[in-house]
């Protein structure tokens, strides 16, 4: 990782876009975080894209909207469903130690 305080980054764009293929290059103000510069994959990008379009958000929101008033399917309904195997359901109880 490498660390560029925003007052004392002299370099260009493209010559941190290199640094970040190596290693992720935090921009820094006044010693504090403000933006990180790394390597993006197709499907990260993809994910950000479809995260911020607004229709994507509308249909979220309808769907929240529909959840909330009819109630949804249980997990177990769609794994049987889909022919998936059921996924290990870990037990809330808590487990004491002896000492």
Do not use: C, H, N
């Not at 510069?37 to 309808?62: A, G, M, N, Q």
């Amino acid at each position: 990782m490498t660390r560029v305080e925003l007052q004392e980054a002299t370099g260009s764009l493209s010559e941190y876009t290199r640094k970040a293929r190596k290693a992720d290059v935090v921009v820094t103000r006044r010693g504090k975080p403000v933006a990180l510069l790394r390597v993006l994959t197709d499907e990260e990008w993809e994910d950000y894209v479809v995260s911020r379009s607004p229709v994507f958000r509308r249909i979220l929101k309808r769907s929240e909207a529909s959840y909330k008033k009819q109630g949804g399917i249980p997990l177990e309904v769609i794994e049987r469903e889909f022919g998936l195997p059921p996924r290990s359901r870990k037990s809330s109880r808590v487990t004491r130690l002896s000492r």
